[in-house]
């Protein structure tokens, strides 16, 4: 699951990393055409790239929503950590007490 996670994050941040090149690229044209300037054209590639990192936050937000999500309901199928740790130290304890009483 945390492979499967980590994928995921990756491929996003190459998206986003991927998106500012071309972002960039875009604006360099509009630049060379007279469209933008020098100026005009850093304001926006800093717009957009802000807004694409907004983005990458809410999908890596929804992404650990869902991941938590899934970890509850595979958790109440079995049991958690805690409650196996619990749960061998309490056995460990009434082994110890059946053979101090044999």
Same mark, same amino acid.
């Given at each position: ?25 875009? &604006?360099? @044209? /509009? +630049?060379? =055409? !007279? *469209?933008?300037? $020098? ?5 926006? &590639?800093? @717009? /957009? +790239?802000? =807004? !694409? *990192?907004?983005? $990458? ?5 929804? &992404?650990? @929503?869902? +991941? ?14 805690? @409650? ?19």
């Amino acid at each position: 699951m945390k492979d499967l996670l980590n994928r995921s994050l990756s491929l996003g941040i190459g998206i986003i990393a991927q998106s500012k090149e071309q972002i960039e690229k875009t &604006v360099e @044209e /509009l +630049v060379n =055409k !007279g *469209e933008l300037t $020098r100026k005009e054209s850093a304001e926006w &590639v800093d @717009e /957009l +790239v802000k =807004k !694409g *990192e907004e983005a $990458r936050q809410k999908i890596e937000s929804n &992404v650990m @929503e869902r +991941v938590q999500r899934t970890m509850g309901e595979q958790q109440t199928g079995g049991v958690t950590r805690e @409650e196996f740790d619990e749960l061998s130290q309490r056995l460990a304890r009434l082994e110890q007490r059946l053979a101090e009483n044999q």
